[in-house]
């Protein structure tokens, strides 16, 4: 089995393992996948201290998943808005920003289980 088949095989696993969760997944191309399903949703920005937490649009895909691909080298922490109001989604590893409120933690090579 080579590279590529296998992070398809943990990308699909990911994804049907975290529901709602929106748990980074590796993807093709050196990048994750962070997915989140809110079908009813108009509109989730991605905010990440990748660019000092500047909101990011996500992709809403046919089947009701809101996506952004980033490149898998990077640590940065992250949460969503979600029409209007902050959400942070449960996540293994999380901290708590310096106004009480919580931040998921990606860091490359560590799978959420």
């Known amino acids: 089995m080579n590279r590529f088949q296998i992070m398809v095989m943990l990308t699909v696993a990911a994804g049907t393992a975290i529901g709602c969760h929106p748990i980074p997944a590796l993807h093709h191309d050196h990048e994750i996948r ?3 399903n809110r079908p009813a949703a108009k509109e ?3 905010l990440s201290s990748l660019n000092q937490y500047a909101p990011v649009s996500m992709n809403k895909t046919f089947s009701g998943d809101w996506e952004l691909y ?8 992250y949460f969503f808005r979600i029409d209007g109001s902050l959400y942070t989604p449960e996540c293994r590893f999380q901290q708590t920003d310096d106004w009480g409120g919580r931040q998921c933690i ?3 090579g560590i799978q959420e289980p």
């Open 70 to 77: 980033l490149p898998e080298d990077k640590a940065f922490d």
């Open 34 to 36: 962070i997915s989140l």
């Open 44 to 46: 989730v920005l991605f």
């Open 106 to 108: 990606y860091s490359p």
